[in-house]
């Protein structure tokens, strides 16, 4: 698949207020800074499109984009650190947990992970979290470029062995980097698929 046309359409401080669900949908989501906005614009091949900063916590909404007319691309807020009060990270923590829940249209969450460093807590707990609520889920190593392979591999393998002390398998992954558009066409490969099938199934019409 490509990406032909990709468009902002607007920012959802609630799952109430999200579009009617009746596209598919994929969201992005890791810990403030992991490079989020980077990889969102290097999938759709426009720099600007998803906002970057340097400063944590820039993405404070449900942003939706819709891409090629067909489906919806969802950028999340990132968990972790970011410089806001504790009751507005609460809200945050909320609105991501209700989206995640209870949007049906949701096909599946890419969790973004830094590959540069050892594994984190935080990650794996929310992992395990997506587990208990039957969300599904893909693991994208961001910052594929910044070391060296043999120390990049070392770090996924770590990861990969924390995830197994409570999953009995991995789930999908894929290495990236924002830079050099690595990993670009075997994430659009894995969305096209979903999407196959998704658009195969005959969709149920209420009777009036």
Do not use: H
């Amino acid at each position: 698949m490509e990406i032909n046309t990709s468009k902002y359409l607007a920012s959802y401080p609630r799952i109430e207020a999200c579009p009617p669900p009746n596209k598919p949908e994929y969201a992005f989501i890791g810990r403030s800074n992991v490079g989020k906005s980077s990889l969102i614009n290097m999938l759709c091949k426009r720099k600007g499109m998803a906002l970057t900063s340097k400063k944590p916590g820039k993405t404070q909404m449900i942003n939706y984009f819709l891409i090629n007319e067909l489906w919806n691309l969802v950028d999340l807020p990132g968990y972790g650190y970011a410089v806001i009060s504790k009751k507005r990270r609460a809200k945050w923590e909320i609105m991501i947990a209700n989206y995640l829940k209870q949007r049906e249209s949701l096909m599946c969450t890419f969790v973004l992970i830094d590959c540069n460093i050892p594994p984190q807590k935080i990650d794996i707990e929310f992992i395990n979290q997506l587990g208990k609520w039957g969300v599904p889920f893909a693991i994208v190593y961001t910052k594929a470029d910044k070391l060296k392979k043999l120390e990049r591999k070392k770090n996924v393998k770590n990861f990969q062995e924390e995830i197994l002390k409570y999953w009995n398998a991995l789930p999908q992954e894929f290495t990236t980097s924002s830079d050099s558009g690595l990993g670009r066409t075997e994430i659009l490969e894995f969305i096209s698929e979903i999407n196959r099938q998704y658009f195969s199934k005959p969709k149920l019409i209420k009777k009036k």
